[in-house]
């Protein structure tokens, strides 16, 4: 059970993280023994109540005053920082809160045993005194949705994802705050597509790019020559110098965009720590190429719980937080078998929580792969094997491995 400070700190994080918790908050300021802690539950309940939002920058202009010194607010900001940077999830208020309100309850209790103890109650006192108390523990609050309230909430639409691939928008229908799912094989080019995907969408979202087996060269050549559609093999020595001014071109277009590359040993935390911070600034659109090679940080997990837990946390934060969360997958080899080799959404079972988590699952297939034919450019079929939000089928794709460009092909 997590310490009382902790769970104060988690109520108050969760509402800096989302304010509108601030309607369903039961507990008072004394349910908060920590001072720092309590001084802090007074000042964001008064800028909620006079703003209906919390700002933290706007602490120090509007509340300055209730500071003895610079220093004293200077700290009392940078603990708000802390508590944003926290681990906390606001889908989880209710529980803390709950969990805050027992502690706080299991406290007094204590002490009026301690009364007891040294006589200085009676134990009809006592008994009167914890019946009191625990008549505090009360269950969260209910929302009771008017009926236009429950008009709204049921035909409102999640903002759609537009990508430059028409059918690919129309029928995956991805939607922000989704767990959408990109599997392959190995070398049926899974990164590049996701490559394509972040080209494109980070001209409109923050976008970070978690790549786990490149080096950063390596990502930032293919997205330069995504951008630009010059082979990389010129990239180190340009034939023509047009061709160097189409690269240097696609470089500055490169930098101008929403990307952020982070390459090496990341952690299911890291990941997370990462997510977190950049969504609370704008939606942001993360992308962790692969999972499997997530490091775990508990010691003799088998592949499938390792993935099963980090799925089902990446799910989660895609939910609780300002952010869209695509997963790369590596799929097994069970389709290569039957004459049909398509592979299947049955064939990520094998891949923890992946199925069941993901909104829409996205998989690659190349035909000629199983052939042995060479072409320079393959021809892709992107399954659609689930879709929460759309219909299921295939996009036909042309992939050019030396520019790692995606183009639509025909028709759905």
Do not use: W
């Not at 889908?91 to 309100?101: A, G, H, R």
């Not at 209910?142 to 639409?157: A, G, N």
């Not at 061709?243 to 500055?252: R, T």
């Not at 946390?313 to 080899?333: G, H, K, P, V």
Request: charged share 30%.
């Amino acid at each position: 059970m997590q310490e009382l400070s902790e769970i104060e700190a988690a109520v108050l994080s969760c509402i800096l993280i989302k304010p509108e918790l601030m309607d369903k908050l039961i507990v008072g300021k004394e349910y908060f023994e920590d001072k720092k802690n309590q001084k802090v539950y007074e000042i964001l309940k008064k800028q909620y109540d006079e703003y209906k939002t919390i700002s933290v920058t706007g602490i120090g202009d509007n509340y300055g005053s209730l500071f003895q010194n610079s220093k004293e607010l200077e700290n009392f900001i940078t603990y708000l920082t802390y508590l944003l940077d926290s681990n906390c999830m606001p889908s989880q208020f209710d529980y803390y809160q709950e969990t805050l309100i027992k502690k706080h309850c299991n406290n007094k209790i204590l002490l009026e045993i301690m009364k007891f103890q040294n006589r200085q109650i009676e134990q009809e006192e006592l008994l009167e005194s914890i019946h009191k108390i625990e008549r505090e523990i009360i269950p969260s609050t209910e929302i009771k949705l008017s009926e236009k309230e429950i008009y709204d909430l049921i035909s409102s639409q999640n903002e759609l994802l537009t990508f430059r691939f028409a059918r690919l928008t129309k029928y995956a229908n991805i939607q922000k705050h989704d767990l959408p799912i990109i599997a392959a094989r190995p070398g049926i080019g899974k990164s590049g597509f996701a490559a394509n995907l972040i080209e494109d969408l980070s001209d409109r979202y923050n976008c970070i790019l978690f790549n786990l087996e490149m080096t950063a060269k390596q990502v930032y050549r293919r997205l330069v020559a995504i951008n630009s559609s010059v082979p990389m093999s010129f990239h180190n020595k340009p034939e023509t110098v047009y061709q160097k001014e189409k690269i240097l071109n696609g470089c500055k277009n490169i930098a101008r965009k929403k990307i952020k590359v982070i390459t090496g040993n990341q952690t299911l935390r890291t990941i997370r720590n990462r997510i977190i911070k950049e969504s609370l600034k704008e939606h942001t659109i993360a992308f962790i190429d692969y999972i499997g090679l997530v490091s775990d940080t508990v010691k003799n997990r088998s592949p499938y719980e390792r993935v099963t837990e980090m799925v089902k946390e990446l799910r989660q934060i895609s939910l609780d937080y300002d952010c869209t969360i695509f997963i790369i997958a590596q799929i097994n080899r069970n389709s290569e078998r039957e004459k049909d080799k398509r592979p299947k959404i049955s064939d990520l079972k094998e891949s923890g929580e992946l199925e069941q988590a993901g909104t829409t699952v996205l998989m690659l297939h190349n035909e000629d792969y199983y052939r042995g034919a060479i072409k320079s450019k393959e021809d892709i079929e992107i399954i659609i094997g689930k879709n929460r939000n759309g219909e299921k089928g295939y996009i036909n794709f042309l992939y050019d491995q030396n520019t790692q460009r995606f183009e639509e092909k025909r028709s759905y």
